[in-house]
């Protein structure tokens, strides 16, 4: 018999307290099971909204198995829909028709309003849980203050910073689709006369131009350089740096691993003095204490001065047996 009916009913368990308080603050996206650390490697249960999202990473679920997670918290919470994506073959790729799509559903962390998509043309799902704690501290300080949210994906820290009263929020991705959907959320928090700014850019040519640094790129001979939105040198009261683990465009190469000084220079340049710069680092291979030696290096040889670093933790849905979560999210006050 399986063990998966009493693992489930144990991280529900630790749960408890958990979530109380997150549906008392009008939270229904969060981590259910958190497989690494709770038993099942490789499975993580997510709820969002009335919606049950299921990911395999190692190995697939069987469909008894699958039967048996959507009967545990069918008695928990409505599920409108139970979306399964299994993602353990190669590269982590979705194994289903990339066109499968599924419901257009909406959930809510922290009384803000997100779209929810379970399948889509993208692999991950459009919200991310670890970073509750970074949209948490953004929801708290950024009443009228400017705003800079780079790599913004589908613009969940942008929302947060527009619903807490900023006086203008940037958000910048190279993706329309993400775009599209941060203006979707905007709509469905009634945020349409705020001053939020959708903004389709490769990150080194925004962050740089805003920075004061010159914008370079890689040309073959015989080519023409690549045309890219032109913007005004311009500093910003907080700044939000989540960048992928790696990508490469003909303007640079994100790199968290070898070169995170790349992304985190422009990012520290296009911070007021006063301001506040938060960056994240999502590779679990990086030590925090590595990292945030990094990142002061950096900040010195950029002449920033950082008066004082916060570590920020995934909450308790996504529990941890060292402490050492993949996901860290640093606050530098410059």
């Not at 099942?40 to 039967?67: A, C, K, M």
């Not at 979705?94 to 993208?122: A, I, P």
């Not at 640094?213 to 073959?220: G, H, L």
Request: net charge neutral.
């Amino acid at each position: 018999m399986s063990e998966l009916p009493q693992l489930l009913q144990q991280a529900t368990l630790k749960r408890d307290a958990l979530l109380e308080k997150l549906h008392q603050e009008r939270t229904d996206c969060y981590r259910l099971f958190h497989g690494t650390n709770e038993g099942w490697g490789g499975l993580t249960i997510d709820r969002y909204g009335e919606q049950l999202f299921v990911q395999t990473f190692h190995q697939p679920l069987s469909t008894e198995d699958l039967n048996t997670v959507v009967e545990h918290y069918q008695n928990q919470f409505e599920i409108t829909e139970t979306v399964y994506n299994d993602r353990s073959a190669k590269n982590s790729r979705r194994s289903d028709e990339n066109f499968k799509k599924s419901h257009d559903l909406t959930g809510q962390e922290l009384g803000v309003t997100y779209r929810v998509k379970g399948k889509h043309s993208g692999q991950d799902p459009l919200l991310f849980l670890d970073m509750r704690v970074g949209r948490r501290f953004v929801l708290d300080h950024c009443k009228d203050k400017s705003v800079l949210n780079l790599f913004s994906y589908t613009c969940g820290v942008g929302i947060c910073a527009a619903t807490a009263g900023a006086s203008e929020v940037w958000n910048v991705d190279f993706a329309q689709r993400n775009l599209a959907v941060g203006m979707e959320n905007a709509e469905l928090n009634q945020l349409q006369n705020h001053d939020i700014q959708f903004i389709q850019s490769d990150f080194f040519t925004a962050a740089k131009q805003l920075a004061g640094i010159p914008v370079k790129q890689r040309v073959r001979r015989g080519q023409k350089p690549r045309p890219f939105l032109k913007l005004e040198e311009k500093q910003f009261d907080l700044v939000y740096l989540d960048p992928p683990r790696w990508a490469k465009s003909h303007f640079g190469t994100v790199d968290l691993i070898r070169d995170y000084p790349s992304v985190l220079k422009p990012s520290l340049l296009a911070t007021k003095e006063g301001g506040t710069l938060v960056c994240t680092n999502n590779v679990a291979k990086v030590p925090l204490d590595e990292w945030i030696d990094i990142i002061k290096r950096c900040a010195t040889k950029a002449g920033r001065d950082v008066k004082d670093i916060e570590i920020l933790t995934p909450e308790a849905d996504f529990p941890s047996s060292d402490g050492q979560h993949p996901l860290k999210i640093a606050v530098l006050q410059l």
